[in-house]
């Protein structure tokens, strides 16, 4: 097994809306608009198995020093594998680089995400300041951090958790 991870390509796009609608069927993803995954392509990695894109997810920013990690999946035939792991490393090790200090995630899979250094949270880890400016953001992501009444209860009933980088 050749795995390969790197960024998502617009050609990707059919694949990740492949993986995305399976588990959006289960209720375990929020399905996406094709323009919107489309949108957010550079936002997304992918991981290949020979040649073929077996897994996705994605690093959506909030602010300065926060980002959310979204869309972490991998095809149904190829879990277990450490494909998951290798793209969430992937995000992590991109969120360094460009400067975030806490990443956050709405998630089922809360013993994947805990093994990587995540924690459950509650209310919104964010000073009164930052917290003002995020409520001004539309995005759904950032409304589910902030622990807001107006998404209550969250959409999917997943948890919410946070790393420190």
């Given at each position: 097994m050749e795995l390969v991870?790197?960024?998502?390509?617009?050609?990707d796009i059919k694949k990740i809306r492949s993986i995305v609608d399976s588990y959006a069927a289960q209720r375990r993803l929020l399905s996406?608009?094709?323009?919107?995954?489309?949108?957010g392509v550079q936002e997304f990695t992918v991981a290949e198995v020979n040649g073929e894109v077996v897994g996705c997810g994605a690093l959506h920013i909030l602010w300065e020093d926060l980002a959310e990690v979204r869309t972490v999946a991998v095809i149904e035939s190829m879990k277990g594998k450490g494909i998951g792991h290798a793209i969430l490393e992937s995000i992590l090790n991109k969120a360094k680089e460009i400067g975030v200090k806490k990443v956050f995630c709405l998630t089922f899979e809360t013993k994947f995400f805990d093994s990587h250094g995540f924690n459950e949270i509650q209310g919104a880890p964010v000073e009164?300041?930052?917290?003002?400016?995020?409520?001004?953001?539309?995005?759904?992501?950032i409304a589910e951090f902030l622990d807001l009444e107006s998404v209550k209860p969250n959409t999917l009933g997943n948890t919410r958790m946070l790393k420190i980088l």
């Amino acid at each position: 097994m050749e795995l390969v991870v790197r960024a998502a390509r617009t050609s990707d796009i059919k694949k990740i809306r492949s993986i995305v609608d399976s588990y959006a069927a289960q209720r375990r993803l929020l399905s996406k608009e094709t323009v919107t995954l489309y949108e957010g392509v550079q936002e997304f990695t992918v991981a290949e198995v020979n040649g073929e894109v077996v897994g996705c997810g994605a690093l959506h920013i909030l602010w300065e020093d926060l980002a959310e990690v979204r869309t972490v999946a991998v095809i149904e035939s190829m879990k277990g594998k450490g494909i998951g792991h290798a793209i969430l490393e992937s995000i992590l090790n991109k969120a360094k680089e460009i400067g975030v200090k806490k990443v956050f995630c709405l998630t089922f899979e809360t013993k994947f995400f805990d093994s990587h250094g995540f924690n459950e949270i509650q209310g919104a880890p964010v000073e009164p300041d930052v917290y003002a400016q995020l409520l001004r953001s539309y995005d759904e992501g950032i409304a589910e951090f902030l622990d807001l009444e107006s998404v209550k209860p969250n959409t999917l009933g997943n948890t919410r958790m946070l790393k420190i980088l």
